[in-house]
T-cell receptor, first 115, second 113 residues
Framework: EAGVAQSPRYKIIEKRQSVAFWCNPI?????LYWYQQILGQGPKLLIQ????????DSQLPKDRFSAERLKGVDSTLKIQPAKLEDSAVYLC?????????????FGPGTRLTVL | QQQVKQSPQSLIVQKGGIPIINCAYE??????FPWYQQFPGKGPALLIA?????SEKKEGRFTISFNKSAKQFSLHIMDSQPGDSATYFC????????????FGAGTRLFVKA
């Protein structure tokens, strides 16, 4: 089966510019996650969708970050305006919750550099 | 309470050695504890997971030991190989919370040939 697709793979922008990332989850996976992974740290959850509804966005900096998941499939994450501290890898993951387990499948990530 | 503390930060072992990575959590509501493996330039991939109703789980050369009373769990890699060189993340999540997952900071493992 095809994995989680993300684009672009790399992006370099100036601070205060805008940027958008795209994610296509594994077909049939109702849950979609966006994580921020700063170099040398573990992934930090930004937002979690169940179909096209938000389950958790408590750690999303809502003054500059936004995300949507139209029709419960693809998702986009936007940063506007970007700050230097937003430099990180943005990971998208999807999962199909089965009973009491939850295996998340991660995409390759988008490496963002803010200059 | 939402943190997962992971140690060590990095680890170097000889081929055939048994690296051990430790994690600790505070929130007793966590009920699912996965370990993820990440290679450079790739997203994390699930390695093995455990629930708190068992004290140990083995899958191939990977073993999780779980101590519910101490709120600690660890990953052991038996007969480690150079191909196991990667970053390992422990994590904790709550099935009642939609499986919101908190990751540890990661351990960079290098297995010398």
């Amino acid at each position: 089966e095809a994995g989680v697709a993300q684009s672009p793979r790399y992006k370099i922008i100036e601070k205060r510019q805008s940027v958008a990332f795209w994610c296509n989850p594994i077909s049939g996976h109702a849950t979609l996650y966006w994580y921020q992974q700063i170099l040398g740290q573990g992934p930090k959850l930004l937002i979690q969708f169940q179909n096209n509804g938000v389950v958790d966005d408590s750690q999303l900096p809502k003054d500059r970050f936004s995300a949507e998941r139209l029709k419960g499939v693809d998702s986009t994450l936007k940063i506007q305006p970007a700050k230097l501290e937003d430099s990180a890898v943005y990971l998208c993951a999807s999962s199909l919750v089965l009973g009491r387990t939850n295996e998340q499948f991660f995409g390759p990530g988008t490496r963002l550099t803010v200059l | 309470q939402q943190q997962v503390k992971q140690s060590p930060q990095s680890l170097i072992v000889q081929k055939g050695g048994i690296p051990i990575i430790n994690c600790a959590y505070e929130n007793t509501a966590f009920d699912y504890f996965p370990w993820y493996q990440q290679f450079p330039g790739k997203g994390p991939a699930l390695l093995i997971a455990i629930r708190p109703d068992v004290s140990e789980k083995k899958e191939g050369r990977f073993t999780i030991s779980f101590n519910k009373s101490a709120k600690q769990f660890s990953l052991h890699i038996m007969d480690s190989q150079p191909g196991d060189s990667a970053t390992y993340f422990c994590a904790a999540s709550m099935s009642t919370g939609g499986f919101k997952t908190i990751f540890g900071a990661g351990t960079r493992l290098f297995v010398k040939a």
